[in-house]
T-cell receptor, first 112, second 112 residues
Framework: DAKTTQPPSMDCAEGRAANLPCNHS???????VYWYRQIHSQGPQYIIH???NNETNEMASLIITEDRKSSTLILPHATLRDTAVYYC?????????????FGTGTRLQVFP | DTGVSQDPRHKITKRGQNVTFRCDPI?????LYWYRQTLGQGPEFLTY????????KSRLLSDRFSAERPKGSFSTLEIQRTEQGDSAMYLC??????????FGQGTRLTVV
């Protein structure tokens, strides 16, 4: 079973920041938080991952709370192409040393 | 490097027929994963290989399913005696110890 809880859907206006929350209250000390997204009819795409520090890359920022029980994925300027299902996953290890267990994710709809 | 490639993209088959799907991972990746995804759900793990060794199989992988990766490069997933419940998107992903997982576009199977 997935170890994370996400809202089933969210809306965001184009150009605004999209903030996608994830609860992972049972996360272990060696588990990383990963985010993937899946655009309709495509395979999932890696976005970002982190352990306890906030992370930023060209796609998004990841904010992890100090107690590591929750995190937020931030898309700073959402575009229509960001409409997708976003999955928050926790797994041990800095990279994929284990299989990904997907939940049902958050369906983000970006509107004009 | 063109990413993870899956073939075919779509397959329609009659109930009771056998089908085989192929996945070509990113060339330097030694791990290869198979997932199944039904409508409205996140991908479900089926099995994974490290090089040619099949290291883990999900209980979802019934005895009608078999996966191989004979030379540690491409992999095949065969479903024997297909049932309507096998209709799904079958996703392949690859990684190594220093990268995230990269997914293919998937093979959509419809059993009629």
């Amino acid at each position: 079973d997935a170890k994370t809880t996400q809202p089933p859907s969210m809306d965001c206006a184009e150009g605004r920041a999209a903030n996608l929350p994830c609860n992972h209250s049972t996360i272990s000390g060696n588990e990383y938080v990963y985010w993937y997204r899946q655009i309709h009819s495509q395979g999932p795409q890696y976005i970002i991952h982190g352990l306890k520090n906030n992370e930023t890359n060209e796609m998004a920022s990841l904010i992890i709370t100090e107690d590591r029980k929750s995190s937020t994925l931030i898309l700073p300027h959402a575009t229509l192409r960001d409409t997708a299902v976003y999955y928050c996953i926790v797994i041990p290890g800095s990279y994929n040393t284990d299989k990904l267990i997907f939940g049902t994710g958050t369906r983000l709809q970006v509107f004009p | 490097d063109t990413g993870v490639s899956q073939d075919p993209r779509h397959k329609i088959t009659k109930r009771g027929q056998n089908v085989t799907f192929r996945c070509d991972p990113i060339s330097e990746h030694n791990r290869l994963y198979w997932y199944r995804q039904t409508l409205g759900q996140g991908p479900e793990f089926l099995t994974y290989f490290q090089n040619e060794a099949q290291l883990e199989k999900s209980r979802l992988l019934s005895d009608r399913f078999s996966a191989e990766r004979p030379k540690g490069s491409f992999s095949t997933l065969e479903i024997q005696r297909t049932e309507q419940g096998d209709s799904a998107m079958y996703l392949c992903a690859s990684s190594n110890l220093n990268t995230e997982a990269f997914f293919g576009q998937g093979t959509r199977l419809t059993v009629v």
